[in-house]
């Protein structure tokens, strides 16, 4: 049974809390080394700061998100961008390359998402991305995990991520049919602008659903108190363990 989702995106709060998502984007950009008039599909595509990018570089680009608000920001960027699932593309070897960073583990139907991005591709097209990896955001993970058990809540069933290892990504990409290039994880520690209350009210939504809005703030600062070892600094500056997995894929040509 699939779980439902509690994420909604702001492009104001995410700009604010999250830019170094993008910023940090550019090595996947290099790894797709997108040439002017490929047709690009940036699947999960958030507010089209990189999907600007890959239109500068002269690529025709195809940007889609789930979040409403995130596309009428692409939009306002004069981005070609649509309100669409990643686990249900449409196109049928439309593109040259298919682009995502930081979206693929939010997207819990990991093969319907593969077998999507495959369709997509034209007969040798690209798959390029980068997600969330095995060990990602582990500190945080497992406070919240720690919090919700105190309060008799099993954090599996609200946890929204798919941080998948080395081995099992590479398996499903290949089950598909794709040439992997290369996969590596890569871990990344990632200075906040801020503190980590507004990285969890940012991106941990789902997590929060189940407690009563009333008790939020106790939570997040609970949450944030089990981190703090960890993760902030003795002046008071917090880094998340990031891990990321950036891969490079080939649909064959045979293979059309």
């Known amino acids: 049974m699939a779980m439902t989702v509690h994420q909604t995106w702001s492009p104001e709060q995410y700009a604010q809390q999250a830019r170094f998502v993008s910023d940090l984007g550019m090595p996947v950009v290099e790894l797709l080394a997108p040439r002017a008039g490929e047709r690009i599909l940036d699947v999960g595509c958030g507010d089209g700061s990189l999907t600007k990018k890959l239109v ?3 690529c025709q680009v195809v940007g889609v998100d789930a979040s409403p608000a995130m596309v009428a920001a692409a939009q306002a960027l004069g981005l070609n961008a649509r309100v669409m699932d990643g686990q249900s593309l449409p196109f049928e070897r439309e593109f040259d390359a298919v682009f995502s960073n930081a ?12 077998a999507g991005i495959w369709r997509s591709l034209k007969p040798g097209g690209r798959f390029v991305g980068e997600c969330g990896g095995f060990g990602n955001t582990a500190t945080v993970v497992h406070a919240l995990a720690r919090a919700l058990h105190r309060r008799g809540i099993n954090a599996d069933t609200v946890n929204p991520w798919y941080f998948p290892t080395v081995e099992a990504y590479r398996h499903k990409l290949e089950a598909q ?31 929060m659903a189940p407690i009563p809005m009333a008790e939020r703030a106790a ?15 003795s002046q008071g500056h917090w880094t998340v363990d990031y891990v990321r997995l950036r891969f490079a894929a080939t649909r064959p040509v045979s293979q059309a």
Not at 104 to 113: N, R
Not at 178 to 193: E, G, Y
């Open 56 to 58: 500068e570089l002269g």
């Open 103 to 114: 979206a693929l583990h939010w997207m819990p139907q990991v093969d319907v998402v593969i």
């Open 177 to 207: 049919g794709f040439v992997v290039r290369t996969i590596a994880l890569m871990p990344r520690p990632t200075p906040l602008p801020g503190d980590i209350v507004g990285w969890l009210e940012t991106f941990a939504q789902s997590f």
């Open 219 to 233: 939570f997040l600062a609970e949450v944030a108190e089990l981190c703090r070892a960890t993760l902030c600094d």
